[in-house]
């Protein structure tokens, strides 16, 4: 008598079709809310010289760039083509990361070296409160779906929307701060922390670590 081995092979092709489709919705959703974030950041930032507010605004449009590669990726109909496009939608994510790692540090340094002093934004304190409110639903979403669908690039990216509520957080302290109590360093300080985790989400992305193949789903790391 031979023992049988069940064999787990990942999600159906339907269900492949539905998780791709889903993921495709929440990428929408994504560049669309990016998009208006950098409209009323890089302007909120501008009108009150804050450059943490022009700096999170441009990381918005690091992350339309992001969730338009994974778009592309998944705007194939076949799932052979999606796999193909993998590799190359990682790159970009990963070079959007080490572009915000590089662009969080040099802002942070600027700020500690105390070049100018910003003014109070109440525009700018309701993005980054509405930011931190929304992306971490619009994240886990994501993420679950690229888990199950075996897509290092989805889970790259949910990873991507997850740093911007890390910089949500640190925008809101630093600016809240900045109004009430005048501490101008623990912004830049919070910053680099963030650019360091950047670097480290980066380098997994070019290396293909976002997440594991579909037949092994149940082990993938968030």
């Not at 799932?79 to 590089?102: D, G, M, N, Q």
């Not at 409160?129 to 929304?134: H, M, P, Q």
């Not at 101008?184 to 976002?210: T, Y």
Request: aromatic fraction near 6%; proline fraction near 3%.
């Amino acid at each position: 008598m031979t023992a049988e081995i069940s064999v787990s092979v990942g999600p159906s092709p339907a269900r492949r079709d539905a998780l791709a489709r889903r993921i495709q919705l929440l990428v929408v959703a994504t560049i669309t809310y990016n998009v208006i974030e950098a409209i009323v950041a890089i302007t909120a930032g501008t009108i009150a010289s804050s450059t943490a507010l022009v700096g999170f605004g441009l990381d918005s449009v690091i992350e339309v760039s992001s969730a338009a590669a994974v778009a592309w990726q998944f705007s194939a109909r076949e799932h052979s083509v999606r796999e193909t496009r993998e590799k190359t939608t990682l790159r970009i994510i990963a070079i959007s990361f080490f572009v915000l790692a590089a662009y969080v540090t040099v802002d942070a340094v600027r700020a500690l070296v105390g070049t100018g002093e910003a003014e109070r934004s109440v525009p700018g304190i309701v993005v980054a409160a509405l930011s931190l409110a929304i992306m971490p639903f619009l994240s886990a979403a994501q993420r679950r779906a690229g888990h199950e669908l075996g897509s290092a690039s989805a889970v790259a990216d949910s990873k991507q929307t997850l740093l911007c509520t890390y910089l949500s957080a640190v925008l809101l302290a630093g600016l809240v701060l900045n109004a009430t109590l005048g501490w101008s360093w623990a912004d830049p300080i919070a910053a680099l922390v963030i650019a360091a985790i950047a670097v480290k989400e980066g380098r997994d992305a070019w290396q293909g670590k976002g997440c594991c193949a579909p037949t092994a789903a149940a082990g993938c790391t968030s």
